[in-house]
C-alpha cells in the first residue's frame, strides 16, 4: 500500500510503501532495532509482518510491525518499530509509526471476525499509554491493555493512509 512519509529536515513528503515482510526483510538487533524481528519470525510462525519502505529504498525497512489474528477473531498488535534512525524528535523520517498503525487498522477490518471485527488490540509500555491516548485516538481498557476502535481506526486510515498527501 502506498502512503507517505515526512522526511524531518525538509518538511517534505516521501512516497513510502508498506508490505508484507517476510525472513529477509528481518531488521537486526545488532543494527539498534530493540525487537529481534528475525527471531519473533522464526518462532511466531502464525503472525503477519509488515514494513514500512521509501520508495526509493525498498531493501530498508523504516518501520515494522507484527500482528496476530486470535483464534476469536482479534486482530492484536503484538509488536511496532520504528528504525532507530527515526527514533524520537531527531529521527530522519516522521509519521512512520502513524503509518503503520493506520495499516494495523485497515488490516483489522480485514482480518477481524465477528465482534472484534475493525477493533485492534495491543499491550502498551506504560510510558506510551497517553501518547497512545492523545495522539493517535486509542482507548485504554484495562492496565496496559489497550485498543483502537473502528472510529478511532478509521481516522487514523483516513488521516495516515489515504489523506496523508497534505500531512
Do not use: H
Not at 6 to 26: F, Q, V
Not at 49 to 70: I, Q, R, S, Y
Amino acid at each position: 500500500m502506498k502512503t507517505n512519509v515526512k522526511d524531518t529536515a525538509t518538511g517534505n513528503l516521501m512516497p513510502a510503501l508498506i508490505s508484507e515482510a517476510g525472513y529477509g526483510d528481518m531488521p537486526l538487533k545488532k543494527d539498534g532495532w530493540n525487537f529481534n524481528w528475525r527471531q519473533l519470525y522464526r518462532k511466531e510462525g502464525d503472525g503477519m509482518f509488515f514494513k514500512l519502505t521509501l520508495e526509493n529504498t525498498p531493501e530498508k525497512a523504516e518501520g515494522m510491525v507484527k500482528l496476530t489474528l486470535t483464534e476469536f477473531g482479534m486482530l492484536v498488535l503484538d509488536c511496532i518499530e520504528v528504525a532507530p534512525s527515526n527514533y524520537g524528535r531527531k529521527g530522519k523520517y516522521d509519521l512512520v509509526a502513524a503509518c503503520l498503525l493506520a495499516y494495523s487498522c485497515l488490516m483489522s477490518t480485514k482480518y477481524g471476525k465477528n465482534e472484534y471485527q475493525s477493533y485492534l488490540s495491543f499491550e502498551s509500555k506504560t510510558v506510551l499509554i497517553e501518547l497512545y491516548i492523545k495522539k493517535y485516538g486509542a482507548t485504554q481498557a484495562w492496565g496496559q491493555k489497550m485498543y483502537f476502535s473502528p472510529e478511532a481506526g478509521n481516522k487514523l486510515i483516513n488521516n495516515y493512509l489515504y489523506g496523508n498527501e497534505k500531512a
